[in-house]
């Protein structure tokens, strides 16, 4: 208990300390003033959620190979944090857009491929829902999940190289692509704070999907009797 | 060896059902005739305008027609458990897989193929000139749809919702075939036609990708 409490106000200061960076420490942008600080808190979910998926990805991956279900636990715990990451993203993208390009939302690459991995992820959920029985539940979603997790690159390549206003990318991007090296530290600052929240959101909602099996069988067990 | 002597067992099992009642294809070739009808009641289709947004129409009442296509793929081998005497029959899940999604192919570019004079005429694009290419687009993408709907209809025969479920897990799935096909097939359609090499290839890759999952994780999605 006290555990826990204690990693939570670590994750809460370190979210808090990275608000802060991004208001205070980065410098302003020259062309996009105050409004470029919502970058640090967008992109950095937009990481946290892709980092997300993919930890649902290996779970899934370990519960068709193992056969455990804290495999499954896990699963589901990442796919939805990374979904609400990724539903954060798609809510500050456009609260940047509207004043930065005059629109809320463009069916640019980047929006788009966001916008269909969200769908994938919700498709994922909503299938999880459809199947009652445990263990048919935690297999047939589970391969659901690596068939979407497969589709991800294919999605972002097919849209971007067919169909694009999304900012280039600025990390890992092309020649004259870069940040300033104290925007660079804050950004990744971020990255770590939103890391550290969505890992520790994800250990809350497996306790909860555990707790949530050890109640079914505990009434199973009551019924029995 | 038995792989493929099982997998043609089985196709011909699959086209000797549909060849008996005919039931999938007249019904999909009808559905995607209503799809696009309603369509040119939603835009005008007149000429250039057509040519710009026909292609893409083509591809989305293909994926409508596919997500109903593929829902009776695994259902109907539930009815009298024919899917536990498949699974008996062959030494390698995979087979039952290889004649589904070979069948569902055929069928789905047999309708396509049904399907194109008739858009072409309707809609006033010359497909006659570059009909080879056109043929190889539709073909891969054919086989890319049939491949994830294959896989994707064996998990949903399984669950609650089923009819509604199937579109909901596929069609975003199919996201990067709609978008690739559409643009390939708008540059073999306008006036100046182009072959897309680039996008004919990462059709084939989606296919490649797509058969290698399935042959890697097809005999769990079987289990009893």
């Known amino acids: ?225 | 060896m038995s792989l493929f002597a099982n997998t043609a067992v089985l196709l011909g099992k699959e086209i000797r059902t549909e060849y008996r009642s005919r039931e999938l294809l007249t019904t999909t070739f009808v559905f995607i005739l209503i799809v696009i009808v309603l369509f040119s009641f939603a835009f005008d289709p007149t000429s250039d305008e057509s040519r710009r947004f026909a292609p893409g129409l083509l591809w989305l009442a293909i994926l409508f027609a596919s997500s109903l296509m593929l829902q009776p793929c695994f259902l109907r081998e539930q009815h009298n458990d024919t899917l536990s005497a498949l699974r008996l029959s062959v030494s390698d899940p995979f087979a039952i897989f290889l004649a589904k999604l070979a069948a569902n192919t055929l069928f789905l570019l047999l309708t396509e193929i049904l399907l194109l004079p008739l858009f072409a005429v309707m809609y006033n694009v010359p497909v006659i000139p570059v009909l080879h290419w056109l043929l190889l687009v539709l073909f891969l993408a054919s086989l890319g749809i049939s491949i994830a709907g294959t896989a994707l209809s064996a998990i949903s025969a399984q669950a609650r919702m089923r009819e509604l479920l199937l579109p909901v897990l596929l069609l975003p799935l199919l996201a990067p075939i709609l978008v690739v096909s559409a643009e390939v097939t708008r540059a073999l359609l306008d006036r100046a036609p182009v072959v897309r090499w680039k996008g004919i290839g990462f059709i084939g890759v989606f296919d490649v990708v797509f058969l290698t999952a399935l042959w890697l994780f097809g005999e769990y999605l079987l289990e009893e």
């Not at chain 1, 390009?101 to 909503?126: M, N, P």
């Not at chain 1, 047939?140 to 068939?147: E, N, P």
């Not at chain 1, 991800?152 to 990318?169: C, D, L, S």
């Open chain 1, 1 to 225: 208990m006290w555990k826990r409490a204690l990693i939570a106000a670590a994750v809460l200061f370190l979210v808090g300390a990275a608000a802060y960076a991004s208001f205070y420490i980065a410098p302003e942008e020259k062309t996009m003033r105050v409004l470029q600080r919502i970058f640090y808190f967008h992109a950095a979910t937009a990481w946290a959620g892709e980092t997300a998926f993919g930890i649902c990805f290996l779970a899934n991956l370990a519960y068709v190979w193992l056969r455990k279900e804290k495999w499954d636990w896990l699963a589901v715990s990442a796919a939805e944090v990374g979904l609400a990451c990724i539903t954060v993203v798609l809510i500050t993208g456009p609260i940047w857009a509207k004043p930065a390009w005059g629109i809320y939302w463009t069916w640019d690459a980047r929006l788009t491929s966001t916008f269909v991995l969200w769908l994938l992820y919700v498709s994922y959920l909503l299938l999880r829902t459809m199947i009652e029985e445990p263990d048919r539940r935690a297999l047939l979603s589970a391969l659901f999940g690596i068939f979407a997790f497969i589709d991800v690159p294919i999605v972002f390549g097919a849209i971007r190289w067919w169909r694009t206003q999304h900012p280039a990318p600025v990390i890992m991007g092309g020649p004259g692509s870069g940040l300033d090296p104290t925007m660079r530290k804050v950004f990744f600052f971020s990255v770590l704070a939103l890391h550290a929240l969505m890992l520790f959101l994800i250990s809350e909602r497996y306790r909860l999907e555990k707790l949530r099996t050890d109640l079914e069988l505990i009434r199973r067990e009551a019924e029995a009797i």
